[in-house]
């Protein structure tokens, strides 16, 4: 089973979003049933206090038919009502911070929405035996509804990857540029924090912010040294940011260690 859906944005360059497991879906699943359960309680205890004495009452018919159909637009419309409005989410999704977007990491249509709900009574039955095979065997972790929808379930938890990374040099590359950073990157201070802050915080950007911010970030800098980039993807750009950053640091690390060396003479 594949951990990461693929996006090719316009510049062609595929960029991966993380796959929600099995695990986190029936655990959003369970906290929007409990929810669900909740909702449906209320209703039948509403119906039952509203009957009649009279078994026979046709208002009783009316209210029994009334509490059967409001319970089963409650149980199928939850989802379909929550993942359009809030954009692929439900109450359990957010919890547990997954959501749910078309193949390729675009938003949802209501029609994607509807046909993806509407196969949750065949998934469903009995106990999503049938949801958790169909995620066990395919290769984007998808049911039945994805399968019919194209749609997938991605995390939004964010990775901490600091265990496997220096964390000193993490925090190096947030610091304030000195000279010897400056004239090995030929930026300026400014130039420095803008590109600097784009390259820490550009996980929490979306793609569109990211094609539309990082261009206009580097033109002004590009046209001023005089220099050009091979293309306009962002691939391409970012990893001359990357490159830059790496300058830099390496450059201030260079010059501390020859401090050093001096001191200790």
């Known amino acids: 089973m594949d951990t990461f859906d693929f996006i090719e944005t316009p510049e062609h360059v595929e960029l991966e979003q993380p796959l929600a497991g099995i695990g986190s879906r029936f655990l959003a699943g369970f906290v929007d049933t409990l929810i669900i359960v909740g909702i449906l309680l209320v209703i039948f205890l509403v119906s039952t206090l509203s009957l009649t004495p009279d078994p026979f009452s046709e208002a009783n018919d ?53 046909v993806r709900n509407l196969l949750r009574l065949v998934d469903g039955l009995p106990l999503y035996p049938i949801a958790g095979v169909a995620m066990f065997v395919t290769k984007k972790c998808q049911r039945l509804g994805d ?14 990857f600091s265990a496997r990374t220096d964390k000193r040099v ?3 590359w947030q610091a304030e540029a000195g000279g ?5 990157t030929g930026l300026t201070p400014e130039e420095y924090r803008v590109l600097n802050n784009y390259w820490m915080r550009r996980g929490q950007l979306t ?33 001359y940011v990357e490159l830059l950053m790496r300058q830099a640091w390496f450059a201030e690390q260079e010059t501390r260690t020859g401090t050093g060396r001096q001191s200790k003479l």
Do not use: C
């Open 207 to 239: 793609l569109e912010a990211r094609w539309t911010l990082l261009p206009q970030l580097l033109e002004p800098i590009l046209r001023r040294t005089g220099q050009t980039l091979a293309n306009s993807r962002l691939e391409t750009l970012e990893a």
């Open 170 to 172: 993490r925090a190096e």
């Open 180 to 184: 010897a950073a400056l004239r090995a």
């Open 147 to 160: 399968l019919a929808a194209g749609t997938v379930v991605v995390s939004e938890q964010v990775s901490d």
């Open 62 to 114: 009316w209210m029994i038919a009334f509490m059967i159909v409001f319970m089963f637009l409650v149980f199928w419309g939850y989802h379909v009502y929550f993942e359009y409005r809030m954009n692929g989410q439900t109450p359990g999704k957010k919890a547990v911070k997954i959501r749910v977007v078309k193949e390729g990491g675009m938003p949802m249509t209501f029609s994607d929405v509807v």
